[in-house]
């Protein structure tokens, strides 16, 4: 895994690509493994951030666990402004203990350099001890000889606040979470300006096929994007008059927001995948909500609508997580397997003699497998008579049939 790492990280910075994308690598063969972090096209970020995921995954290899092993990595991306950029970085590792840890990277392209607090915020040191003190008040457990020697390393910022991160060990904790204060920038001179987002929603519906309750009808449904290979996995579609279905990963949609759009405009379905592709059935009540309300608002934001389907991180749920949310879990009676094979002709095996009227096939869009066999299969379904709908579609028929 660290070679495929390096080597497509390579392979982004030698094109000499223009455009930003998430570098994704999600699968369940050896341990739960969901890494999604952005390639910037800014070479020394770039090899800062692959250097770090690289170093965390050989680690969580090398550690030793009873549990399933499961390895989390998800980031956060904020253009400050045009030339500075923040990318923070954040792991859970679960074995026998579950371990968090942060870290951020603020580079600015003008001077090629990357930032410390102390290059962002005017008087930090008048600061310091106001920040200790609201450490103390919201982790009472935090020790004071720890604070004395407490830095500032890991931040990011939005529009409204700066964010201070602390690993726990850094200040003697007992959370195991991550430890955070939230300033508001109001209250903050700062030695940088920061942009605001001004961007108005664009609302947008689901195209509506015309079927009949006769119909042998078929769902494609694509996980863990999106990718820099979604938009070729809606060529496909395009041209073939066909849909999908595709479950988002919240984290990544902020990249690309005209391929969001793009899937609603051409008749294709947007469904929740969580935020952050951890193992859900190991979160809390409150952490589950926030990987499906992150995500939620994350689509709206970006298209105005709001899915209303579900797809559980490694098929895996209880029913009491299904009775935490009002979005419908969907699951697939069809598995192409394309990130474990990564063969064309063994993704076509695995997919074409199963189908029967009302397949859900799982595909994924975050890697070029599933691009490479869809052809194949678009065109091999619609010649016995098949019809591509959504999965909201499919189940509305199956309740009509079910009713009659």
């Known amino acids: 895994m660290k070679k495929i790492i390096i ?58 666990s009873t549990n399933v092993p ?3 990595i998800s980031y956060t991306y904020k253009e400050l ?36 607090m102390e290059d962002l915020v005017e008087d930090l040191n008048g600061l310091d001890y106001e920040i200790k003190k609201e450490l103390l008040i919201k982790y009472q457990d935090a020790d004071m000889d720890y604070l004395s020697n407490v830095s500032y390393d890991y931040f990011t910022i939005d529009d409204e606040n700066l964010t201070l991160y602390f690993n726990p060990a850094e200040i ?32 947008l519906s689901i195209k509506k096929r015309n079927v009949s309750l006769d119909d042998k009808v078929i769902a494609l449904t694509f996980d863990d994007g999106p990718s820099k290979y979604t938009n070729d996995i809606l060529n496909v579609l395009k041209k073939y008059n066909a849909c999908g279905t595709f479950f988002l990963i919240g984290n990544k949609v902020d990249f690309y927001k005209d391929t969001l759009r793009r899937m609603l405009e051409e008749g294709s ?36 609508f709001t899915p209303t389907l579900f797809r559980p991180t490694y098929g895996g749920y209880t029913n009491t997580l299904k009775s935490y949310t009002d979005l419908k879990f969907v699951l697939w009676d069809v598995d192409s397997l394309d990130w474990k094979v990564k063969s064309k002709t063994k993704i076509l095996k695995n997919v ?53």
């Open 172 to 203: 003697k904790s007992k959370h195991k979470e991550l430890i955070y204060l939230d300033i508001p920038l109001d209250s903050l001179k700062l030695l940088i300006d920061i942009d605001k987002n001004e961007g108005k929603d664009t609302y």
């Open 352 to 404: 074409l003699p199963n189908v029967k009227s009302g397949s859900i096939i799982l595909m994924h869009d975050n890697h070029r497998y599933a691009l490479d066999a869809l052809e194949d299969i678009v065109t091999n379904l619609k010649s016995d008579g098949y019809k591509f709908v959504t999965v909201s579609e499919l189940l509305e028929l199956k309740n009509l049939r079910e009713s009659e």
């Open 81 to 116: 402004n045009s030339d500075i950029v923040n990318v923070s970085l954040q792991t859970e590792i679960v074995t026998d203990k579950v371990i968090n840890k942060i870290k951020t990277f603020t580079y600015n392209k003008s001077n090629n350099k990357f930032l410390t």
């Open 269 to 304: 379905e947007i469904g929740n995948h969580s935020y952050d592709h951890k193992l859900l059935t190991r979160l809390s009540k409150e952490e589950f909500q926030d990987e499906i309300n992150n995500t939620q608002e994350a689509i709206k934001k970006i298209t105005g």
């Open 7 to 64: 080597l497509l990280v390579t392979i982004f910075l030698l094109c000499g690509c223009s455009d930003k994308e998430v570098q994704s690598y999600i699968s369940n063969d050896d341990g739960l493994i969901s890494i999604n972090y952005p390639v910037t096209n800014i070479n020394v970020l770039d090899d800062a951030i692959s250097s770090y995921v690289n170093q965390t995954y050989h680690n969580f290899k090398n550690m030793k």
């Open 70 to 72: 499961e390895l989390n």
